[in-house]
Each structure stands twice: as C-alpha cells, then as structure tokens.
C-alpha cells in the first residue's frame, strides 16, 4: 500500500472564530479549489494561500483573534493572504468600530489606514447590496470591467488612499478593495458576488507572489502594531 | 451608484417553497434548492427564505436546507421564520446564510433585536413588518403571528412606531409587507411605502402587490425603496426576473444586469 497521500489544500481560511465561514469555503468549492479552515500555525504557514474572513465588528473580531495569538501570526505570513470584509477592515492600522469600548480598536497594522464611518450623505446605512468598482491594474482584478457588480454589506470603510486598487462610491468614495505586498483585502463579499465575484476569487487562486505588483513587502518588514 | 434589488421570496413550509394568497391556502410550488438557483441564474440580486409556520407554531425547525442553499447559490441571501434567540440565529449564519429577519419574536421582545445586533453586527439583521392599513380608521398597524391566520392578531404598534423603534434597536433592514397588497397582485402600496422611507434610514424592502413589472418600477422611483421582494409572480412565471431587469434599466433605474 502506498502511503496515505495528504492532498495538500488550494486556499486555507484562517478559522477566527466568527460566525460563517462555509459561505467562503463554498465558494471556493464551487471553483474546484481544495479548501482547508484551520488555526494551527504549520498548516497555515505551508499554505499556498490564506484567507481571513470576518463579520460582526472589529472589536469582536480582534478580541477573538488574539485569543487565538492570530494577532502576531498574521502580519508574519509570506504567501498571498485575502482579507474578505471585515477581514479586509482587520488588516488595517485601526478602526473607528469600537463596539462596547471607549478608543479606537488597534487592528492588525498590516496596510496603513483608519476604518471610519462610511460618509452616505444621507443614504441609507449599511451600504447594502450591489455597487460597482472603479478597478486598478492590480492581478486580483484581471477580466473585470466597470459593467462588473459585486456585493457590499457595510457601514465601516476604508478611506481612499495609496493603497487602494478598486474604489467604489455611496455618498462618497471610499477603498472597495487595498493591497499591500503579498496582503490583499476586499470590503465587498466576493463569495457572494455571482459571476464578478467568482472570477475574483479565481484570479486570487491563481495568484503567486511574483505575480504582485513591485510594491510588494520584503519578508518580515511589517510589524505588527 | 448602488443598484435596486430584486429579491424573489421564497416561503418555505415543511422543507417546500408555498405561496399562499393573503396568507391563506398555501400551495406547494416547488423545492427550494433548484428554485433558488433558477432565481440565481436569472439574475435575482437576494433571495429570502421565510419558514412561515415555525413562529406562529412554535416550533423548532429543522434548518439544514440553509446549508444545502449555500453550497449551491452564489447570491446572498437571507432566512426568516421562528428566531427567536440568539443561539438559533448562530446556527443559522454558521450554515451559510448572510442574514437572519425576525418578526414576530420581536414584537414579543424588541430587545431581541439588540442582543442580534450586538453579536452579529447590524447588517446581519434585518426585521420583517406585517402591516394592515384598516380603511375604517385609516390607520397603519403591526399584524403578528401572521404565518398562520388562525393566530394572527393585531399588536399595540402602529407600523411607523414600530419602524423607528425597530432602529433604535439596530436592525440593519427593513422587509415591509403590506398585508393587504399581499398575493393580489395589484401594486405596492406605494402611499404607506412613502410614509415608511420618510422615517427609515436603513435599507428598506417593499413587499406584497407586485402584479406587473411597471409596479417595480413605481415602486423604486415612487416609495424610493432599496428593494423589491415578490414571490407569486416569479413562481407563476409571470414575470420573468431577467426580463424585469432589462425593463427597469429602460426606465432609468439601476439594476444589476446579468449576462
């Protein structure tokens, strides 16, 4: 008998421990991809590509991953990690979403920015429902176009900034998407963005690092705030 | 620009899709998996599952098919119907959904509203409203218990009370279901949908009455609402969702249009 051959997963999504994880992992699935939740360090560490999922708020969702020491692990990884959401909101310097707390909440510090209140100049809150991208030139976005609808559940952002490779507008324009090196991380629900969303996710399957524009971090260079 | 949802209401009752007129008569109209991926394919923007005997039967539903809609569907979508705390509706969001509506165990306690909020985050929650405009007195009121009509009765709320009541709470939507317009097919009722949008700042969803596609239109320029739910006149065929897109978008409303 042939040794058990353990078949190595496509995508690994960081098990942080909020609610609903499996809507990204059928969306993966739905994509032929091998998908893997886990929280032990070697098996996200040996992953190809990492994804952070969140809902609920940021204050929930940092208390839960320090509890789980994913707070300093995250900012080590090397290969492509996609933050969906929240997920996206996590890998910035802070946020405004306090929750229950009195300051602001300290998030992973990965890509430089302040999650604020989205400005909807009197639109309804959250943004909900389908919205357009205004993307870059960045490989996540390769095969969209501006006809391309996506799916945002929101009432936090993140502002424009250098950072951003897709924006998009309620009331005001803020980042749909940020990247820094090897993390990347969208405000939208790819995973529930029907065909536009798909292609997303395939085009981040495909991904390698050498594929990430020039910008990218040197190994290690970021440190966890 | 954020585009107006069309959003086909699927109410489940012992695992099958019904449609009922007014309430009553529930028919069986098909199962929900391939319903719900037919509506996907024809460019529906949401769905809404709506297990409308668990509340009024208090009843413990078996919830699975969550599970088996979210394997198959790549649209969001949101399930309705007998949550009444906040473990149920965890089960619920673990199995895939991306929202959960309470009704009528938020009429029987409003703080259930704020206790979903806090754990899930708002635009996990989102809050369903009977309402009955009694042509006697003119009045706009809160119908509960409505998925069965030997239960439904009528509560203190006047449905705009209970619309800001309901966001104080920290619901993160809106479902408003005019009983009166609901299965007949003859229009929103665009003057309380009005009424409704003046007073509410979360997204807001207008159901019951659509009959014709002219009717969505209206009800997007008129009642300026986020979305349109209709059930009847996608399970009937009357009208076809990818249809209905291309219609609104000659009227000048945006809509999300699919290949």
């Not at chain 2, 619309?163 to 709470?169: C, F």
């Not at chain 2, 300026?224 to 978008?249: P, T, Y």
């Amino acid at each position: 008998m042939a040794d058990e051959i353990q078949t190595p997963a496509d995508v690994v999504i960081i098990d942080t421990g909020c609610a609903n994880l499996s809507s990204v992992r059928f969306a993966f699935e739905r994509l032929g991809a091998r998908v893997e939740i886990s929280l032990d360090e070697a098996t996200l560490r040996a992953a190809p590509r990492l994804v952070l999922p969140g809902v609920g708020t940021a204050a929930a969702a940092m208390a839960s991953l320090k509890a789980r020491g994913l707070d300093k692990l995250i900012p080590t990884f090397t290969q492509p990690v996609l933050g969906v959401c929240l997920g996206m909101q996590l890998l910035m310097t802070s946020s405004k979403e306090r929750g229950a707390e009195n300051t602001d909440i300290p998030c992973l510090g990965i890509i430089p920015g302040e999650i604020r209140e989205l400005r909807s100049n009197g639109l309804p809150l959250p943004h909900m429902g389908w919205n357009r991208l205004n993307t870059s030139a960045h490989p996540l976005f390769n095969g969209l176009s501006t006809a391309d609808w996506v799916y945002f559940v929101h009432s936090f952002c993140a502002p424009e900034s250098s950072y951003t490779i897709a924006s998009c507008e309620y009331g005001e324009a803020f980042s749909a998407a940020v990247a820094r090196g090897n993390f990347m991380g969208v405000q939208f629900h790819p995973e529930k963005s029907a065909a536009a969303g798909a292609k997303i996710l395939k085009n981040f399957l495909g991904l390698t690092l050498a594929d990430l524009p020039k910008c990218a971090l040197q190994q290690g260079s970021v440190e966890p705030v | 620009m954020l585009a107006k949802r069309i959003v086909p209401c699927l109410d489940v009752k012992d695992g099958k899709v019904v449609k009922g007129v007014q309430f009553r008569n529930h028919e069986i109209v098909g199962d929900i998996v391939p319903l719900a991926a037919r509506y996907a394919e024809e460019g529906a923007d949401e769905l809404v599952f709506y297990d409308i005997s668990a509340s009024a039967r208090d009843a413990v539903v078996d919830k699975s098919w969550v599970s088996r809609i979210a394997e198959r569907i790549d649209i969001p979508f949101c399930v309705a119907g007998g949550i009444k705390t906040a473990a149920q509706a965890r089960e619920i969001l673990a199995f895939g959904a991306d929202k959960i509506s309470i009704n009528s165990p938020a009429l029987t306690d409003p703080s259930l509203i704020r206790r979903l909020h806090d754990e899930f985050g708002r635009q996990c929650v989102v809050v369903g409203i009977d309402s009955f405009f009694d042509a006697q007195s003119g009045d706009y009121t809160v119908k509960q218990f409505t998925g069965d009509e030997a239960a439904t009765r009528s509560t203190r709320w006047h449905t705009l009370d209970w619309v800001e009541e309901v966001q104080r709470q920290g619901c993160g939507e809106i479902v408003l279901n005019v009983m009166n317009q609901d299965g007949v097919r003859q229009g929103y009722d665009l003057t309380q949908l009005s009424k409704v949008r003046a007073v509410c700042d979360v997204p807001l969803i207008a159901s019951g009455g659509a009959g014709t596609m002219a009717h969505f239109a209206e009800v997007f320029s008129e009642a300026r609402v986020d979305a349109a739910l209709a059930a009847s006149v996608f399970h009937k065929g009357i009208i076809n969702i990818g249809e209905l897109k291309q219609f609104l978008a000659s009227q000048g409303i945006a809509v999300r249009l699919t290949e």
